[in-house]
């Protein structure tokens, strides 16, 4: 399904619009959160080629490792640490353009080069965890990533 979606010569925003439907119509009718997140990062991480792309859930003061796709993960993020902890800690999107001019990043792989993160809500609106995407690219995330991605997070119901 999603290894379909790939479709060279197609924009960015070309391939989020067509996984929307898809993402969706694998999510209806499953109400376990940890399956749709495990297919949301599958369809990510096949239909927009990332690097990594996974999930990191709140458990106290720290973000554990949740459903992912790509090379091993670091296990426990700090609030406020990284670009992940610090997503969480400003409940705000992070763009970064190059990981190595982040203040404090954590490279849990030396070929991650640029990275989004974006915090997932509960109904409440209260932060439940982040998502994070990576590539092996330096700048490959923009306003097109933050749009649709958290178009697809408001799919999860937490």
């Not at 790939?6 to 993402?23: F, H, M």
């Not at 003061?61 to 609030?79: D, H, M, S, W, Y």
């Not at 097109?144 to 178009?151: K, M, P, T």
Request: proline share 4%.
């Amino acid at each position: 399904m999603a290894e379909d979606l790939l479709i060279e010569g197609s924009t960015k925003q070309e391939r989020y619009e067509s996984l929307i439907p898809q993402i969706r119509a694998l999510l209806q009718g499953e109400t376990d959160p940890v399956a749709n997140m495990g297919n949301i990062c599958a369809a990510l991480k096949y239909g927009m080629d990332f690097f990594w792309v996974g999930f990191y859930l709140v458990n106290g003061n720290e973000l554990v490792l949740g459903p992912f796709q790509g090379p091993v993960a670091c296990t426990r993020i700090t609030k406020g640490k990284g670009v992940c902890g610090s997503a969480w800690d400003q409940n705000d999107v992070l763009i970064v353009d190059d990981v190595e001019q982040f203040p404090g990043h954590i490279a849990c792989s030396s070929l991650s080069r640029s990275e989004i993160v974006i915090p997932l809500h509960d109904s409440l609106g209260v932060v439940k965890g982040v998502l994070d995407v990576d590539s092996s690219d330096l700048a490959s995330f923009d306003t097109i990533d933050c749009h649709y991605l958290q178009q697809i997070l408001s799919l999860l119901q937490l």
